[in-house]
């Protein structure tokens, strides 16, 4: 499994980006999706996940009412929609997949097994 984000760039607090990650392999659909998030000087963060065929979906609190994440398993795509970002969203992004089937928590790191480059999203105030 290959994870592959795009999408990051420039945008101004109170604006929107979206932010996406293509998944090469035929497991897509049996995959937990995540997003994490790493800021200068700070530790990788949990941002959000969504489950195998996006039923359901958990965000941290820090981004909960603003953004939100989704998947199509038709284009072994996911993707993360930002809206009303802040200056301290700015990080750089990463998707993560779990292994096949997995059942557990969602919300660490230890949960995926693939991850891939990431996508600088910056925030100008």
């Known amino acids: 499994v290959q994870l592959q984000a795009s999408g990051g760039g420039l945008v101004q607090a109170g604006g929107s980006l979206s932010v996406s990650c293509a998944v090469s392999?035929?497991?897509?659909?049996?995959?937990?999706m995540g997003w994490f998030r790493q800021a200068p000087g700070k530790e990788r963060e949990f941002v959000a996940a969504?489950?195998?065929?996006?039923?359901?979906?958990y965000f941290a609190d820090s981004v909960k009412g603003r953004f939100t994440i989704s998947r199509d398993n038709a284009k072994n795509t996911m993707y993360l929609q930002m809206n009303s970002v802040k200056p301290e969203d700015t990080a750089a992004y990463y998707c993560?997949?779990?292994?096949?089937?997995?059942?557990?928590?969602?919300?660490?790191?230890?949960?995926?097994?693939?991850w891939g480059q990431g996508t600088l999203v910056t925030v100008s105030s």
């Open positions: 993560a997949a779990t292994s096949p089937g997995y059942v557990g928590r969602f919300n660490y790191a230890g949960a995926y097994a693939n």
């Open positions: 392999g035929r497991t897509f659909s049996r995959l937990v």
């Open positions: 969504v489950t195998w065929n996006g039923g359901s979906t």
